[in-house]
């Protein structure tokens, strides 16, 4: 008699697909679970019973939030994966009056979802199970996410995994931008002159950005030592490591911190704010 496999199904809403394409990378799990909806490889009308829904993308239109309220009545277990539906992602960042105007004064003629004011995390809606953050989350955790190895144990931050030599005595005067110069592999890439968040970043990872030579820009979110911190106490902790291990005037650290370079994930730190939405327990976070 053959065994039944768990299944599990992929809400896609306001998203790149990116999250769907690094889990079909992770191809383990396809003798473990049976896939039974994801938009961009099975076509279905509507999200069937499964024991897990791995819920990707933002809440952007009222098309989103429909599919949403009527998805987690089939589910047992709701997971929310990646950056935009943990933090509303990069369409989070333009919500701006004009692009919002242009769109809805559009909407009726064309017939589109009605935008809602601005990409939302699904958590403001829903109740969430369990949280995989990561734009996207790389194929191995999304395997430990379905396929959960008891002897797994995750680092605390992608500095830690990064492995690179913090040294005393190198102490840049300025931040280079993220594309320029070529950065010893050996040597932290703070002490050479690029902004990296990599040791206020959850890990989980595997530094797949630092080693070789790209700065973290927080995508997997806060560590859980600031997971339960409020805002300002993040933005005041990086900007210590930045003070502490380079000379950089503090004018050009702001500016750094809120540049575009930087503030895509590091503003969405704050989502973790327990004053300002709800509660994020670090126990529920891969």
């Known amino acids: 008699m053959t065994q039944k496999l768990p299944k599990f199904a992929v809400l896609q809403l306001s ?7 690094s889990l079909l990378n992770a191809t383990d799990w396809l003798h473990q679970y049976e896939l039974v909806y994801m938009p961009l490889v099975i076509s279905a009308d509507n999200v069937p019973d499964v024991d897990i ?15 949403l309220s009527h998805a987690i009545h089939h589910a047992n277990e709701v997971v929310a994966v990646g950056t935009c539906a943990i933090s509303g992602g990069v369409t989070n960042l333009g919500n701006r009056d004009d692009v919002r105007d242009l769109f809805l004064s559009q909407a009726e003629r064309h017939h589109l979802p009605r935008m809602l004011p601005k990409c939302r995390p699904i958590d403001d809606f829903i109740t969430v ?6 734009c996207p989350p790389t194929p191995q955790l999304f395997m430990q996410l379905l ?27 300025h931040f280079f931008g993220a594309q320029q110069g070529s950065p010893d592999p050996d040597i ?3 002490n050479q002159g690029y902004p990296c968040v990599g040791s206020s970043t959850r890990a989980g990872c595997d530094a797949l950005c630092t080693k070789p030579g790209h700065p973290c820009v ?22 210590k490591v930045f003070e502490s291990m380079t000379n950089v005037p503090s004018q050009e650290i702001q500016e750094v911190m809120r540049s575009p370079q930087l503030s895509l994930f590091l503003f969405q730190f704050a989502d973790y704010d327990q004053k300002a939405r709800p509660i994020r327990p670090k126990e529920k976070i891969l």
């Open 188 to 190: 932290c890439l703070i």
């Open 53 to 67: 829904l791995l819920v990707s993308g933002g809440v952007q239109t009222s098309e989103d939030l429909y599919k």
């Open 129 to 134: 199970s369990r949280y995989l953050p990561g």
């Open 147 to 173: 396929t959960p190895d008891p002897d797994y144990t995750q680092k605390k931050t992608v500095c830690q995994e990064c492995g690179r030599k913090k040294l005393r005595d190198m102490k840049p005067n």
């Open 218 to 239: 927080g995508c997997r979110g806060p560590s859980d030592a600031f997971i339960e911190k409020d805002a300002e106490h993040w933005f005041s902790s990086i900007q």
């Open 15 to 21: 998203g790149c697909a990116g999250c769907e394409v």
